[in-house]
């Protein structure tokens, strides 16, 4: 089992940016592929990226194409989306997940394992 912790959340200004990391104990994150998903209050976990064990290969949901960008540094187990010109409609909470094969999916019953996630506050 993985327990994961994310942090970088907060408040920022439209068109601002914030980096949002997971780290991880337990075992390896290594083992795992990744995906970042958000809920906001009265709406379904939405899958936002994705990023494969070795880190080579990516997957983003179109609206946060462009702007977002997922990594992952294995020495330190810490998995990272960097979020850039942040809109309003990006406010939510934001958990990082861990699954095994296959590579990424954008249902969230697809994940074994969960962080307690990071609030982010986009203001207009």
């Known amino acids: 089992q993985v327990h994961m912790v994310e942090s970088g959340g907060g408040l920022v200004q439209a068109g601002g940016s914030l980096r949002l990391s997971c780290a991880a104990s337990g075992r390896t994150l290594s083992m795992y592929h990744m995906g970042w998903f958000r809920r906001s209050p009265g709406k379904e976990r939405e899958f936002v990226a994705a990023?494969?064990?070795?880190?080579?290969?990516?997957a983003y949901v179109d609206p946060v194409k462009g702007r977002f960008t997922t990594s992952r540094d294995n020495a330190k187990n810490t998995v990272y989306l960097q979020m850039n010109s942040l809109e309003p409609e990006d406010t939510s909470r934001y958990y990082c997940a861990a699954k095994n094969e296959p590579f990424w999916s954008v249902k969230y019953l697809d994940y074994d394992f969960w962080g307690q996630g990071t609030q982010v506050t986009v203001s207009s």
């Open positions: 990023i494969s064990r070795s880190g080579d290969s990516t």
